[in-house]
């Protein structure tokens, strides 16, 4: 909590924004992504080429009577920051 303010942050270094997609379903925050990487380096004799690759998705509880349209999201330097006014008490 910051203020009236729920705020969620979470690491995702190098995943594109464009590969995530952020939710609000009733009372829950779903964040899904797909981290995609390649690694290519030449050498005189041999080509090392790495892939890696996978999708995730969590989903947190919210508090009861927030409102989706509220939900603000930001993404800068590898931090996903979700920022949802919370309901007076």
């Keep these: ?5 729920c705020v969620i942050k979470a690491d995702l270094p190098g ?3 464009k590969d995530l997609e ?3 379903i009733g009372n829950h925050l779903t964040i899904k ?3 995609k990487a390649r690694h290519e380096q030449q050498e005189r004799d041999y080509l090392q080429r790495e ?3 996978g999708s995730f998705a969590r989903t947190l509880p919210l508090p009861k009577g ?3 349209d509220n939900v603000k999201a930001s993404y800068r ?6 920022a ?3 309901p007076p008490p």
């Design 33 to 35: 992504g797909e981290r």
């Design 84 to 86: 949802i006014p919370c």
């Design 77 to 82: 330097d590898g931090v996903l920051e979700i």
């Design 22 to 24: 952020v939710s609000v």
């Design 51 to 53: 892939v890696r690759y």
């Design 1 to 5: 909590m910051e203020g009236n303010q």
């Design 66 to 68: 927030v409102k989706a």
């Design 15 to 17: 995943i594109d924004p």
